[in-house]
T-cell receptor
Framework: KAGVTQTPRYLIKTRGQQVTLSCSPI?????VSWYQQTPGQGLQFLFE???????NKGNFPGRFSGRQFSNSRSEMNVSTLELGDSALYLC??????????FGQGTRLTVV | EDQVTQSPEALRLQEGESSSLNCSYT??????LFWYRQDPGKGPEFLFT???AGEEKEKERLKATLTKKESFLHITAPKPEDSATYLC????????????????FGTGTQLKVEL
């Protein structure tokens, strides 16, 4: 059974640019959540999508956005990148029971 | 606001030396408490979900327990391959904010098991 797939694994971007990250959940899972992980703040919830609708949102600025497609794949977009956006971005999928399974993450570096 | 505090921040054990990691939490209504293991540069790996006080779950050398205020992850006779960061997270029931699958994480316990 394939796990959660995130692409790309690594990205280097320049301040002011925008970036799009992709997440393919486990087959049959309709819930996709995004998290930002940094050494100082740990894992912080960005947002969750379920059946193409944003169901929950964390305390991040509007530069962070996402969407989910009819096949449950999700994308996350960050516009006007700042140095502080450098982090490991993690995607988790769930069948909407409770257990969430994470992908390997996308390491974003903003220079 | 849901909060999770893990202790200790770091723990160094000798192989075979058993110990426990602590996770204290405050949550409006606990839907589930989760334990994950994370290796450097990788995503968290799911270990356990606990739903109610008194519940216990085991997997190999790991055993997780839950009370109304905290959870413990007991590691029995650890091996070097158990070295990792162990993360605790809580999920609350819905309510006005809609619930969903949001997890609130602690900052983790970094475990090092030496020969």
């Amino acid at each position: 059974k394939a796990g959660v797939t995130q692409t790309p694994r690594y990205l280097i971007k320049t301040r002011g640019q925008q970036v799009t990250l992709s997440c393919s959940p486990i087959s049959g899972h309709r819930s996709v959540s995004w998290y930002q992980q940094t050494p100082g703040q740990g894992l912080q919830f960005l947002f969750e999508y379920f059946s193409e609708t944003q169901r929950n949102k964390g305390n991040f600025p509007g530069r962070f956005s996402g969407r989910q497609f009819s096949n449950s794949r999700s994308e996350m977009n960050v516009s006007t990148l700042e140095l502080g956006d450098s982090a490991l971005y993690l995607c988790a999928s769930s069948r909407d029971g409770i257990e969430a399974f994470f992908g390997q993450g996308t390491r974003l570096t903003v220079v | 606001e849901d909060q999770v505090t893990q202790s200790p921040e770091a723990l160094r054990l000798q192989e075979g030396e058993s110990s426990s990691l602590n996770c204290s939490y405050t949550v409006s209504g606990l839907r589930g408490l989760f334990w994950y293991r994370q290796d450097p540069g990788k995503g968290p790996e799911f270990l356990f979900t606990l739903y109610s006080a008194g519940e216990e779950k085991e997997k190999e050398r790991l055993k997780a327990t839950l009370t109304k205020k905290e959870s413990f992850l007991h590691i029995t006779a650890p091996k070097p391959e158990d070295s990792a960061t162990y993360l605790c997270a809580v999920q609350a029931f819905g309510g006005l904010t809609g619930g969903g699958n949001k997890l609130t994480f602690g900052t983790g316990t970094q475990l090092k098991v030496e020969l």
